[in-house]
């Protein structure tokens, strides 16, 4: 019981420590000082006011949620398929295709980058959102072969053999069955995808050009200049990726229940 005790313990400090960072950008996105400053001397909305009315930072957040939400669409277009070849399929290389997906988990991001940047130099697609596009999807892609995977591995196929024995082709089954089960896990993927993406510094440092994504511009202002309006876009991307979250898990729940 007293090891119980200890390890819940143990986990509430690691959870407080991973925490502390979000305790202390808060305030200080809301700080009236003209630097960073902890604790702030007042509370003001000072920070978020001059990120809304600095184009910079409004094109750089737009470019970012295009490109994220790309990603998001092109991963699940060949991801999906994948997954159900690695999982249903039975062809020749298969455990070296299911490794060469999740490569991009394990080659570091920067090899990656500079490996890209070779490629999309010699196709001059250096500064294109579209090149961003393809190379996130590389990233992203992984994640959503996972997640894809899990579903169908606990997916229950004999509602695709009855449906199959009531007359349905494969493609109805497909599209009225097998993907409206599967929508929590195509939900989830499509997140992950877009978080991906929308979070993705390394390869945009190399990629982008002078169009600049989101991320990079907070990397190219830490390098500039250092002020609070980092804290206030650090605290709407935390904002927007929790109220995210939020709604998937509500989704999920009501599709799990309209499922049961």
Request: aromatic content about 10%; overall charge positive; hydrophobic content about 55%.
């Amino acid at each position: 019981m007293r090891s119980r005790h200890a390890l819940v313990a143990f986990c509430a400090l690691v959870y407080f420590f991973l925490l502390l960072p979000l305790l202390v950008v808060f305030p200080i996105s809301l700080s009236s000082a003209p630097y960073m400053q902890f604790p702030p001397p007042g509370l003001s909305w000072q920070w978020y006011e001059r990120y809304l009315d600095d184009p910079q930072w409004i094109d750089a957040t737009i470019r970012s949620l295009q490109v994220g939400a790309a990603t998001a669409v092109l991963s699940l277009a060949l991801g999906v398929p994948l997954s159900f070849a690695l999982i249903r399929g039975r062809f020749y290389a298969r455990e070296t295709v299911d490794r060469l997906a999740m490569a991009p988990l394990i080659v570091p991001h920067i090899i990656l980058s500079v490996a890209v940047y070779g490629l999309f130099a010699r196709l001059k697609l250096i500064g294109e959102w579209y090149g961003l596009v393809v190379a996130h999807t590389l990233l992203a892609l992984p994640f959503v072969v996972l997640v894809m995977g899990a579903g169908l591995r606990d997916f229950d196929r004999s509602l695709e053999q009855a449906a199959e024995g009531l007359g349905a082709s494969r493609w109805r089954t497909l599209t009225r069955v097998t993907l409206p089960l599967l929508r929590p896990s195509l939900v989830s993927a499509g997140l992950l995808a877009f978080i991906t993406s929308f979070d993705e510094v390394v390869v945009a440092l190399f990629l982008s050009g002078a169009r600049m994504t989101l991320p990079k511009k907070m990397f190219d202002n830490i390098l500039m200049e250092i002020d609070p309006t980092i804290a206030s876009v650090s605290v709407m991307q935390i904002l927007l990726v929790s109220l995210v979250l939020v709604l998937i898990g509500r989704f999920g729940r009501g599709l799990n229940a309209t499922a049961r």
